[in-house]
């Protein structure tokens, strides 16, 4: 029996995805069970937590559930709205508190795929209802995406993005 030969115009690339591959399955088959359901029940904690405490005490709560490093970011409707921490802080404590002194937010639909035993990606549908400061009432629904991640002051938000459905 002869041994098959592959031929390939790119044997790097095909063992930089072998290696890859390869060690993704190591990833996970020392991901246990009970590690994915700690990971799953503690995110979804903090989800949690992020609605009651937004509706409760309004947006400049989010800056509790950011992740306070540079590498932070935030998008909206496919637009990157915080490239970092600093222009999130700004933004909060110095325009949204006064513009939007109150969010109501629900999430539903929640997903929550654990990634190692301390990164998770979120994704939810969720509905709010904003209002500004003159107390108008505005009602807004989408999606959202993110990255948490486990810090030594628990599970914060390393990135996110908002998708938002317009109606016309």
Known sequence: MKPLLVSCKYPVFVGFMFCFISSCNNNTQSFTPKERSLVQDSVQLMVESIAKDISNEGPVIWLKYFENVPEFLMASDGQLVFPNIDTATNFINNILIKVMPKIQLRWSNI??????????????????????????????????????????????????????????
């Open 111 to 168: 997903r929550i795929d654990p990634l190692t035993a301390g990164l998770a990606s979120i994704s939810a549908v969720y509905h709010e209802n904003t209002t500004d400061s003159t107390g108008k009432m505005t009602p807004h629904d989408g999606y959202f995406t993110g990255i948490a991640r486990q810090t030594s002051k628990g599970w914060k938000l390393r990135n996110a993005h908002w998708s938002s459905i317009v109606t016309r």
